[in-house]
């Protein structure tokens, strides 16, 4: 289950339509307690997909018969999540997931998303039809690395 606040919400959303039709990409800074993740912070982060990155997953990206590009990938460059967790942990925070858009297309996550997914995280997911943020839901890997639906419970302040 993934505790969120509004705010939080309607930050993710803003991001999406800010970068349409390019996904975004962000990370959920907060708290871990058993299968409950409470979101504290929404950090969001530069898309980093460039062809350099798109070669490095050129074996798993096999799957989509077109090109890869920031409309349809995102990726956040590795000194920037080692900065992140390094910036959480000095605050007591953890990285309890990452969210990304979906420029017109379902907020079902893709097989690539699958792939690079860790089974620790939440993984919200926004969909944005012709730059507007229209549906948002969280997901997370079963044993299985599958997806399944997240529980998301809104929060007030």
């Not at 998303?113 to 012709?130: E, G, H, K, P």
């Not at 997901?139 to 302040?157: K, S």
Request: charged residues 20%; contains cysteine; proline residues 5%.
């Amino acid at each position: 289950m993934l505790k969120i606040q509004n705010y939080h919400l309607q930050s993710i959303q803003v991001h999406a339509e800010s970068t349409y039709p390019e996904e975004c990409c962000g990370l959920l800074l907060g708290k871990l307690s058993g299968d409950v993740k409470t979101l504290i912070e929404v950090l969001p982060i530069k898309n980093a997909w460039d062809n350099q990155v798109a070669e490095g997953f050129s074996e798993i990206d096999a799957l989509g018969q077109q090109p890869s590009s920031k409309g349809s990938r995102f990726s956040i460059a590795p000194a920037v999540m080692l900065k992140a967790q390094k910036d959480a942990r000095d605050r007591n925070l953890d990285i309890i997931g990452i969210y990304h858009s979906h420029p017109d297309h379902p907020a079902i996550p893709s097989e690539f998303d699958r792939l690079i997914a860790w089974q620790q995280y939440s993984y919200i997911i926004v969909s944005v039809q012709q730059g507007k943020a229209c549906d948002l839901k969280s997901w997370v890997l079963n044993e299985e690395h599958q997806f399944q639906p997240e529980e998301m419970i809104t929060i007030r302040a």
